[in-house]
């Protein structure tokens, strides 16, 4: 972050809040003209400091209201072991997170699927057939308190 003044941070941060934001919009906020915005944005969606820009969807009105947290052990650390089991599970649609973890799990997936019934089809057809692995534990949520993709800045 050492190569990004004050202005680049709330440009960054207005940006992961509010993706659609117009540069007009946006020059404003963060008191700025039109074209100077506009040539930040540029640079740092140049140097990679934006990944992407997406539209963040209700899971209820796409029918994905169920949460599930799984956990999952492997028989083995090998790196064979280890990538086979992450192209596998980068393949499953349902899988929105795969994080590797240090502690009594290998990997925690987050699925979302329709509702528990889906959910054990998920596990049957996917979860299940996943390389190298020997232990999987499943958390539903029950609700979501608290949720945001915006990085602290």
């Given at each position: 972050m050492s190569d990004?003044?004050?202005?680049?941070?709330?440009?960054l941060d207005a940006l992961q809040k509010q993706g659609r934001i117009s540069n007009a919009d946006l020059a404003e906020?963060?008191?700025?003209?039109a074209s100077a915005c506009h040539r930040r944005v540029q640079r740092l969606d140049r140097e990679g400091f934006v990944r992407n820009y997406v539209a963040?969807?209700?899971?209820?009105?796409?029918?994905?209201?169920?949460?599930?947290?799984?956990e999952i052990t492997l028989?083995?650390?090998?790196?064979?072991?280890?990538?086979?089991?992450?192209?596998?599970?980068a393949r499953i649609?349902?899988?929105?997170?795969?994080?590797?973890?240090?502690?009594?799990?290998?990997?925690?997936?987050?699925?979302?699927?329709?509702?528990?019934d889906d959910f054990a089809s998920i596990h049957r057809q996917h979860l299940s057939r996943l390389p190298g692995v020997a232990q999987m534990q499943s958390s539903f949520a029950l609700r979501t308190v608290f949720k945001t993709t915006a990085l602290p800045l």
């Amino acid at each position: 972050m050492s190569d990004l003044d004050w202005l680049d941070i709330k440009i960054l941060d207005a940006l992961q809040k509010q993706g659609r934001i117009s540069n007009a919009d946006l020059a404003e906020k963060v008191n700025l003209s039109a074209s100077a915005c506009h040539r930040r944005v540029q640079r740092l969606d140049r140097e990679g400091f934006v990944r992407n820009y997406v539209a963040l969807l209700d899971p209820r009105k796409v029918d994905r209201r169920t949460t599930v947290f799984v956990e999952i052990t492997l028989s083995g650390q090998s790196d064979e072991t280890l990538d086979a089991f992450e192209k596998a599970v980068a393949r499953i649609p349902n899988v929105l997170e795969c994080h590797l973890m240090a502690g009594t799990a290998d990997y925690l997936l987050k699925v979302v699927a329709i509702d528990g019934d889906d959910f054990a089809s998920i596990h049957r057809q996917h979860l299940s057939r996943l390389p190298g692995v020997a232990q999987m534990q499943s958390s539903f949520a029950l609700r979501t308190v608290f949720k945001t993709t915006a990085l602290p800045l």
